[in-house]
Antibody, heavy 119, light 110 residues
Framework: QVQLVESGGGLVKPGGSLRLSCAASGFTFSDYYMSWIRQAPGKGLEWVSYISSSGSTIYYADSVKGRFTISRDNAKNSLYLQMNSLRAEDTAVYYC????????????WGQGTLVTVSS | QSVLTQPPSASGTPGQRVTISCSGSSSNIGSNTVNWYQQLPGTAPKLLIY???QRPSGVPDRFSGSKSGTSASLAISGLQSEDEADYYCATWDDSLNGPVFGGGTKLTVL
């Protein structure tokens, strides 16, 4: 069965860095676009970034552009999000999600990992 | 401020039919298909409706979606207590070059 397991969240000071990972299993990882989507405490969903199946196409939300970097290792069935220059407003649960079809069609989600940016 | 506009709350009694609206613009709903997600308390979102009105395997036919112009709707008939959740619409935005979500609607079953 399809599984997405995020890790790497935690408490970090403003201006700090964190690297999130998402381990995928149960499907051919290299066939799918993948995204990171976040949810601030008590708030709605916000798309952060996506990467094409080969890694050749990448997009970011304006709110994270220049600070976050998405990548993937298809040999390791893993998705990553390098987060630098973190701000308080980046505090959220970060989900990795499989994009089944182009256009915000996320058919599988991980359980999420909490990132807290606070001094 | 979300790109797609949803009412913050909705409610209904068991057995009732409720609808949740989602309003966008020509660069998102007007030119792309709409998906709906259900998020039960403390869990990750789950794909509920895709391509405006298609249900993934396992989703009851009590849930239906529609789209007209720059708006979309999710309808839930035969409301059940387990339907109490947050519901989000989502689509691609051609101007932003990425997916956009509605602010979410909290459904309460009275």
């Amino acid at each position: 069965q399809v599984q997405l397991v995020e890790s790497g969240g935690g408490l970090v000071k403003p201006g700090g860095s964190l690297r999130l990972s998402c381990a995928a299993s149960g499907f051919t990882f290299s066939d799918y676009y993948m995204s990171w989507i976040r949810q601030a405490p008590g708030k709605g969903l916000e798309w952060v970034s996506y990467i094409s199946s080969s890694g050749s196409t990448i997009y970011y939300a304006d709110s994270v552009k220049g600070r976050f970097t998405i990548s993937r290792d298809n040999a390791k069935n893993s998705l990553y999000l390098q987060m630098n220059s973190l701000r308080a407003e980046d505090t959220a649960v970060y989900y990795c999600a499989r994009e089944w079809a182009v256009g915000a069609t996320f058919d599988y989600w991980g359980q999420g990992t909490l990132v807290t940016v606070s001094s | 401020q979300s790109v797609l506009t949803q009412p913050p709350s909705a409610s209904g009694t068991p057995g009732q039919r409720v609808t949740i609206s989602c309003s966008g613009s020509s660069s998102n709903i007007g030119s792309n298909t709409v998906n709906w997600y259900q998020q039960l308390p403390g869990t990750a979102p789950k794909l509920l409706i895709y391509s405006n009105n298609q249900r993934p395997s396992g989703v009851p036919d009590r849930f239906s979606g529609s789209k007209s112009g720059t708006s979309a709707s999710l309808a839930i008939s035969g409301l059940q207590s387990e339907d109490e959740a947050d519901y989000y619409c989502a689509t691609w935005d051609d101007s932003l070059n990425g997916p956009v979500f509605g602010g979410g609607t909290k459904l309460t079953v009275l």
